[in-house]
């Protein structure tokens, strides 16, 4: 059973292009939270979804960035005319369900946005 | 809110001893579930323990165990006959409980560890 993948691993953009981040929950979990970690501080929440619905993303600042969990495929985190304050590492966890040990929360490895 | 607060920023331990993890909380929640994640040089993120608050027997998995003081709202980690491979950045996280639904972590800001031969 293959864990949570996210690609690209590193992601370059220049200021001004659009990042997008892509995540495939382990299989069987249908809820997926995006983090973001700056340099040298823990991981900040952004947003919390379950298939095709947004349940939680009080943590996304509201402009510029986006998320989204579609039926079919990955979530993907898009982030639109990326800044330099935009750079930093993004990871991608899936959990089964919601109490008990379903809650348990799997993490990705990580893409490492820099923006130039 | 919930807050959580890692007053260690570093710590160092030779290889074989024993060393704990200090972490606080604040909530004022009820019914809620404590984690210490463990992210090595790699900066993949790797769950070592978790503890559910209703429960009053401290987690143990193997060389890691907690003392969890829900009055004090105090979930420190020690690590026993510490070796090489537990240098990382451990960082203490909150979750809410929900019914019916998930809920997102909150992350201290961790604690270097260091162990060294």
């Known amino acids: 059973n293959a864990g949570v993948m996210q690609n690209p691993r590193h992601l370059v953009r220049r200021r001004g292009q659009e990042a997008r981040l892509r995540c495939s929950p382990m299989?069987?979990?249908?809820?997926v939270y995006w983090y973001r970690q700056l340099p040298e501080e823990g991981l900040k929440f952004m947003v919390y979804?379950?298939?095709?619905?947004?349940?939680?993303e009080s943590g996304m600042p509201k402009e510029r960035f986006s998320a989204e969990f579609p039926k079919e495929g990955p979530s993907i985190l898009r982030i639109q005319q990326v800044v330099r304050g935009d750079s930093a590492a993004y990871f991608c966890?899936?959990?089964?369900?919601?109490?008990?040990?379903?809650?348990?929360?799997?993490f990705g490895p990580g893409t490492r946005l820099t923006v130039l | 809110a919930q807050t959580v607060t890692q007053s260690q920023p570093e710590m160092s331990v030779q290889e074989a001893e024993t060393v704990t993890l200090s972490c606080t909380y604040d909530?004022?929640?009820?019914?809620?579930?404590l984690f210490w994640y463990k992210q090595p040089p790699s900066r993949q993120m790797i769950l070592v323990i978790r503890?559910?608050?209703?429960?009053?027997q401290n987690a143990t998995e193997n060389r890691f165990s907690v003392n969890f003081q829900k009055a004090a709202k105090s979930f420190s980690l020690k690590i026993s006959d510490s070796q090489l491979g537990d240098t990382a950045m451990y960082f203490c996280a909150f979750m809410k409980h929900y019914t019916g639904t998930a809920s997102k972590l909150t992350f201290g800001t961790g604690t270097r560890l260091q162990v060294t031969l």
């Open positions: 299989k069987g979990h249908s809820h």
């Open positions: 979804l379950q298939k095709e619905n947004i349940i939680d």
């Open positions: 966890a899936s959990s089964l369900g919601t109490s008990g040990a379903y809650n348990e929360q799997f």
């Open positions: 503890q559910e608050a209703y429960k009053q």
């Open positions: 909530t004022s929640e009820s019914n809620y579930y």
